[in-house]
């Protein structure tokens, strides 16, 4: 008879309070929130440009087009974001402590009972502290590298590295 129970590789337990959730606020905005890329600034002139133009040819339709697109574009990378980042600051204010523990197998992980497959992940990035394993944009799961019970950081990271090479980053 075959035992289908799978082998727990790594056992975490992290614990989120207001620090270490902050800290990782902090680290997100610089990832996603306020990126002032160059493709954004180069779209903003391009777009200014093409208003411009239209205003000198009487193009109403185009003129009311273009202005759309540019209140679209500044809306996306700037509004939106400055309004997530000050609702989830809002939120860091209701934070209570809690412990969370992370077993890790071969081919997903668990969180209490919930059950999150390697591929699903979005992204994943590992700080001096901390990992970050982002099941979207919007939303991370934070793994201390101090809380690690079974397995050590280090394995850990070129666990992660091997399970997610193209989505994971290490940030100096």
């Not at 337990?13 to 996603?32: A, W």
Request: contains cysteine; glycine residues 2%; charged residues 20%.
């Amino acid at each position: 008879m075959k035992n289908n129970k799978q082998e727990i590789l790594f056992k975490n337990v992290t614990k989120y309070d207001s620090k270490n959730y902050n800290q990782f606020i902090q680290f997100h905005n610089k990832k996603y929130a306020f990126s002032n890329n160059s493709y954004i600034i180069i779209m903003t002139i391009l777009l200014i440009y093409c208003v411009i133009l239209n205003i000198r040819q009487k193009n109403i339709p185009l003129i009311f087009l273009f202005i759309g697109l540019l209140i679209g574009l500044l809306l996306w990378k700037i509004y939106f974001p400055m309004t997530r980042y000050q609702k989830t600051q809002k939120q860091l204010n209701n934070i209570k402590d809690a412990h969370y523990t992370f077993s890790f197998y071969n081919l997903y992980f668990k969180i209490d009972k919930k059950i999150i497959y390697y591929f699903k992940l979005y992204k994943v990035f590992e700080t001096k502290d901390y990992f970050y394993l982002y099941i979207n944009p919007d939303y991370a799961m934070l793994v201390s590298k101090n809380g690690f019970k079974i397995g050590t950081a280090e394995d850990f990271s070129n666990f992660i590295k091997k399970k997610c090479l193209l989505k994971y980053r290490k940030q100096a």
